[in-house]
């Protein structure tokens, strides 16, 4: 029933406080927990949470994990920046509804940080994305070195920006359709392309 938190609400003397969990569905104003931000070492967004508003959690320098529910629509810009120890993204959806998160900009997404993605509790490394996918949105796998195989459905008509910047250690690319659907497809930029890294294509496989 709680509808607002004030800013000193959670003040610099709560020095043994290291955990959140986030059900606001939105946020306006500040950040209630700006004068603990650096000591935050885990934190959860509830399935109520459908908007991460703009650099949110940017500077949580402690942060280690945080977890996004299958709810989240949109994260906003900045939403993650300088969350430099962030070791670990957590996902409770599937890779459709992940595909389909609006991310503001790179440091919206928290790969970008983390350089993995878990997947209700299972790294992906092999991403296969279904057939129920036509698009994959910007930076929505940006950074995710954990990724070593990317196969794409046929259903696929557009990949944003920097969709796979920096996955590094992908080796294989697959396609399930053929030659002339995969000229029709619409890469934003170069990354938007995983083949960009793997350097190989590989049809129907």
């Known amino acids: ?3 607002y938190i004030d800013e000193y609400a959670f003040n610099s003397g709560c020095t043994a406080l290291k955990e959140i969990v986030w059900n606001a569905s939105s946020c306006i104003g500040e950040f209630p927990f700006d004068n603990i931000r650096t000591q935050i070492g885990s934190l959860t967004f509830g399935d109520s949470v459908v908007y991460i508003p703009e650099n949110l959690c940017a500077g949580m320098s402690s942060l280690k994990e945080v977890t996004l529910p299958t709810s ?3 994260i906003a810009a900045g939403a993650f920046a300088n969350c430099s120890s962030l ?3 957590n996902y409770l ?3 459709e509804t992940w595909c389909s998160i609006e991310f503001g900009n790179a440091n919206s997404n928290p790969i970008y940080q983390s350089s993995n993605l878990y997947i209700n509790g299972k790294e992906v490394r092999e991403l296969f994305i279904p057939e129920s ?3 994959v949105n910007d930076y929505a796998f940006l950074g995710c070195r954990s990724l070593v195989n990317v196969s794409l459905p046929s259903t696929i008509r557009r990949i944003g920006l920097s969709a796979f910047e920096d996955c590094i250690e ?3 690319t697959s396609y399930s359709g053929d030659v ?3 000229c029709c497809i619409e890469f934003a930029n170069a990354t938007s392309n995983p083949m960009i890294y793997s350097n190989n294509f590989h049809l129907n496989d």
């Open 170 to 172: 992908i080796n294989k």
């Open 133 to 135: 996918v036509t698009q």
């Open 72 to 74: 989240v629509k949109v």
């Open 93 to 95: 959806g599937d890779i």
């Open 180 to 182: 002339a659907s995969w």
């Open 87 to 89: 070791q670990r993204t």
């Open 1 to 3: 029933s709680v509808k």
